[in-house]
């Protein structure tokens, strides 16, 4: 039990938390026909709820009460789901379906912490062999209550499955049998309606003998009269989903199963009605639907006579896309403060922390600016957890984390970053989270030196060399363009954009992030293609095909031998200097010439399992060569030096 521990605490705590996570080391169409135990829901609220949807809006939830106080809709009765002792799918059945939209109306009652969703959810079978069964799965603390197709009712057997993507530690799988399989390549919509009480769990945590303040600072979802935090899979399935199931301590796989999940739903159509019906005094003042704020409009009772729904706030989503994320739900009531390109909601026990988490958006925003452009193309929502040690969360251009006191480098390290999510916006993993990763690190070199930033590269190569494939024959290992691991899309995507910088320069660099538009990113060579349209327009198709449309692993660079030789100019040498890379990722790598009088630098490019020699005039006698500087992540090592004994004299 021990060593599971320990290899879970390396595993997930490494793989959730960024430079974010420093601040924590200091002191639809139709009637849903269901019957359900949720709390009553006066008729008359509902009305007016309705009444407060957008014109887009289509209300597929609608719920009253009976003469016995039950929740029920005005439809037929439901057709009971068979329970099932063990599940029946097969894992081949769980990697088929993909969801291409979701339309979801959603209901909650913070004080019950109660949900009650009806969804209308699009799926394509992307498997080669038709599609007999469809296995779908919402976490354990929630109840499938009826399933539809082409309006009608179907059968369906719902069965627990143990998976660690809810934080129970279990899933309730309902494992549909279509009328007539499903075609390859071929879509389905169907009509699911689903509901129970999701309060906050560490049950995975515990099983696996995490002590229970960090259970409890990690595994922090739930429904709540203060605080409403659903992120979705890997923490609460509170949507449908189809996965296959996972469990902590076994390697990387939850992880992986993670970003499988967040890479499928990019590009799905998303659409969310949301109603909370709560006490005014209780009633939420911001509302985040896949990190992005949502605005609540207030419908209030005139009925005396039901004092229990004294409010209902609704938003909408509107219709959106997903990017690379697990759809997410945040309610909460805060204290609302304005920042440099952000918005502060707070705890009022933590208002004296404002000034200098604000000072921090104010000192990085020049910095930004400078590269990313004047204006960011959202505001930065940040919102605080309901814990001072709860570990930090972020999704799109939301931060959710403790807002404690903290020295000013750690808040600006944290700004840098999740600001940058503000101005750089991609559907793309290794784009959004690598170019966040890439300007924090550049704020270091910025405020702490050039050797402090390579350290922090550095600190993460070693899991990167781990994870990556020896040869690109022994896996396809995870090109960044459809990667899933946080190792590939944040510090490997960050390397990606130093070695790019050397490579076409700080400027051009700059101009290709400040021309990026999500909206035109539709092909996975658009930013290539913005690189070399910007600067001196180099061709870069041999660096993004080894290193961003294919994994091709990475480099192993080594000096083979350095020749100085006396050159014509007096008092100069040419040092001839033979280099190999016996990785099969082509770099261009820094050469180095060291003398009592001073350095050269020159770039080589080195094809994968091939070798190069460059030719260096230099003044003074040669002392030292390097090769790399910190910037290529390697296999082993990242600078390579020898010592050079005297040099041949220089004939007079």
């Not at 403060?337 to 104010?362: F, K």
């Not at 990167?464 to 995507?493: M, N």
């Not at 002392?623 to 040099?647: C, F, M, W, Y």
Request: charged share 20%; hydrophobic share 40%; aromatic share 6%.
């Amino acid at each position: 039990m021990a060593s599971r521990q320990k290899r879970f605490e390396l595993t997930y705590f490494r793989t959730k938390s960024t430079v974010l996570a420093a601040i924590l080391a200091l002191p639809l169409a139709s009637h849903a026909q269901t019957t359900s135990s949720a709390p009553p829901v006066s008729s008359q609220t509902l009305q007016e709820t309705q009444q407060n949807q957008t014109k887009k809006s289509k209300v597929i939830l609608q719920r009253s009460t009976d003469e016995n106080g039950q929740t029920t809709d005005n439809t037929t009765p439901v057709l009971p789901a068979k329970i099932t002792a063990e599940p029946t799918a097969a894992d081949a059945e769980r990697t088929a379906p993909t969801t291409t939209a979701f339309d979801l109306d959603v209901r909650l009652r913070p004080a019950e912490s109660h949900i009650a969703v009806r969804a209308l959810i699009t799926l394509r079978n992307d498997s080669k062999s038709p599609l007999a069964h469809l296995p779908l799965q919402l976490s354990s603390d929630l109840t499938w209550e009826n399933i539809r197709l082409n309006g009608r009712q179907i059968p369906f057997t719902v069965a627990t499955l143990n998976s660690d993507a809810d934080h129970t530690g279990q899933l309730h799988e309902a494992a549909i049998t279509l009328p007539a399989p499903l075609a390859p390549g071929a879509s389905l919509q169907i009509d699911v309606t689903y509901s129970g009480a999701i309060s906050q769990s560490t049950k995975r945590l515990q099983a696996i003998g995490t002590p229970d303040e960090i259970a409890s600072h990690s595994d922090w979802d739930r429904i709540s009269p203060s605080f409403t935090g659903l992120r979705g899979f890997g923490n609460v399935l509170w949507y449908p989903a189809s996965s296959v199931p996972v469990i902590l301590g076994d390697g990387a796989r939850l992880f992986d199963e993670i970003g499988t999940h967040k890479l499928r739903l990019t590009g799905a159509h998303f659409r969310l009605a949301l109603t909370v019906e709560a006490p005014s005094d209780q009633a939420p003042n911001i509302a985040l639907i896949n990190g992005n704020p949502t605005p609540l409009t207030t419908s209030s009772s005139t009925d005396t006579t039901l004092p229990a729904i004294e409010t209902a706030r609704v938003g909408d989503s509107a219709d959106s896309t997903l990017g690379f994320e697990a759809p997410s739900i945040f309610l909460a009531n805060r204290l609302s403060h304005q920042i440099t390109n952000a918005t502060l909601w707070t705890r009022p026990e933590s208002e004296r922390n404002i000034p200098t988490w604000s000072n921090a958006a104010g000192d990085v925003t020049p910095f930004l600016q400078s590269w990313l452009g004047q204006r960011p193309r959202s505001q930065l929502t940040i919102l605080e957890l309901p814990e001072d040690g709860d570990i930090p969360f972020e999704t799109g251009s939301m931060l959710a984390t403790p807002v404690r006191a903290a020295p000013a480098d750690v808040l600006e390290g944290v700004m840098a970053h999740a600001l940058t999510h503000a101005w750089v916006m991609s559907p793309r993993a290794w784009l959004s989270e690598g170019v966040a990763h890439f300007m924090g690190t550049l704020w270091i070199e910025k405020t702490q030196g050039r050797e402090r930033a390579l350290q922090t590269l550095d600190s993460a190569r070693s899991a990167l060399a781990i994870a990556e494939p020896e040869s690109p024959g022994e896996s396809d290992g995870q090109p960044l363009t459809a990667c899933i691991s946080p190792v590939y899309y944040r510090t490997k995507a960050a390397y990606v954009f130093w070695m790019l910088r050397d490579i076409v320069s700080d400027p051009t660099l700059s101009a290709a992030l400040r021309a990026y538009d999500p909206a035109k990113d539709t092909d996975s060579g658009y930013f290539q293609k913005l690189l070399e349209q910007a600067g001196q327009r180099k061709q870069l198709g041999w660096f993004f095909q080894d290193w961003v449309y294919k994994d091709m692993g990475l480099p192993d660079l080594s000096i083979e031998g350095v020749f100085p030789s006396a050159a014509s100019v007096p008092g100069s040498f040419l040092v001839a200097v033979n280099v190999a890379n016996n990785g099969y990722a082509a770099v261009e790598a820094p050469v180095q010439i060291i003398t009592g009088l001073t350095t050269v630098t020159q770039r080589v490019l080195i094809p994968g399992r091939n070798k190069a020699v460059q030719r260096i005039l230099i003044q003074g006698d040669p002392t030292e060569v390097r090769l790399n500087d910190g910037t290529i992540p390697e296999i082993q090592a990242t600078i390579h030096s020898k010592t050079l004994d005297a040099a041949p004299a220089i004939k007079p």
